[in-house]
Every structure is written in C-alpha cells, then in structure tokens.
C-alpha cells in the first residue's frame, strides 16, 4: 500500500503564504483521485481541495481564489499553494488519494502537516 508523506506546514502570520507537499511512491500515477483535507481542534476533517487525473478540480468555498492544487506526474507530487492566509485556515492538512472521488474521505493519508496562522 502506498506511504504518503505530507510537508511545508508551518506557523506563519496572517496574509502570508505557504505551499504543502505530498509524496508517496507511485502516489500521482497510481490513484485516480487526489486532494488536501484539513482538521482543526474538535472540528471534523474536511475537504480543501481535490484533483483527478484528468486535472479537474475542485475546492471548499472558503479556500477559492486562494489556494491551488497542482500536481508534478514527473516527480510524483502533489501540491496545495496557500496564499492570503488566514487564522481560519490553521489545522492539520492531509494528503488523501484514492481510486474513485466519492471514497477520497476514506482513501490512504499521510500523517499531517501542521498549518498555524497567526492573526
């Protein structure tokens, strides 16, 4: 079963920017489905943003315009670009993948990246 590995998460101050990465073997060509969740304290998980192999996307509303996902086939990566951020936005991030979109919330996830935004 693939290993994903989530990095980039930092604290950093309102407004500012930070870019997650994911890796994992054969991560990007393996699975059809792709996407960062978040979880901040004693709130549920939920979905950021997602991409497919075709490259459609999609995000949460509070997230559009802000942030992007991308990913690298080449170097087997997948991206979330946070720009503006705000204290909303803190929590852990995780990289999720999966072969079909309706199972991304129960697919494979790395362990977290930590995202603080400090007001």
Known sequence: QAQLTESGGGSVQAGQSLRLSCTGS??????????????????????VATIDADGSVQYVGSVKGRFTISKDTAKDLLYLQM??????DSGVYYCVASG?????P??????????????
Not at 83 to 88: A, F, R, S, V
């Open 83 to 88: 720009n503006n951020l705000k204290p909303e």
């Open 26 to 47: 054969e991560f990007v060509h393996s699975f059809y489905c792709m996407g960062w969740f978040r979880q901040a304290p004693g709130q549920k998980r939920e979905a």
């Open 100 to 104: 079909v979109c309706r199972n991304l």
């Open 106 to 119: 129960t697919g494979i996830s790395g362990q977290g990246t930590q995202v603080t935004v400090f007001s």
